[in-house]
């Protein structure tokens, strides 16, 4: 039954970060202002998405949880940096 938990945290992890690419290309397509105001509304999309990802952590086993905090923080370094 553990399995079964973890692969249901797995898919969630999955559908965050789906929600993310989802609104990040919203946020880039319809953003029209300067470039400066694009890159800050970028970083709060991206932001608030790594809240709500550590709000939520996998719990592998008593003690030991996992997060995508990583994941995030690399796409919003290979979207966002410059």
Partial sequence: ???????GSL?????LLF???SAYSL???????????R???QGIVFGLFGIV???SP???ASGIFIDARAVIGV???AYGGR
Avoid: D
């Avoid at 039954?1 to 692969?7: G, K, R, V």
């Fill in 58 to 60: 996998i719990a592998v």
């Fill in 75 to 77: 796409l919003s370094g």
């Fill in 1 to 7: 039954m553990l399995s079964l938990n973890i692969l």
């Fill in 19 to 21: 929600a993310l690419t």
């Fill in 39 to 41: 890159s800050v509304i």
């Fill in 27 to 37: 946020v880039s397509t319809r953003s029209k202002g300067q470039p400066v105001q």
């Fill in 53 to 55: 990802n550590m709000v």
């Fill in 11 to 15: 898919a969630q992890s999955a559908v």
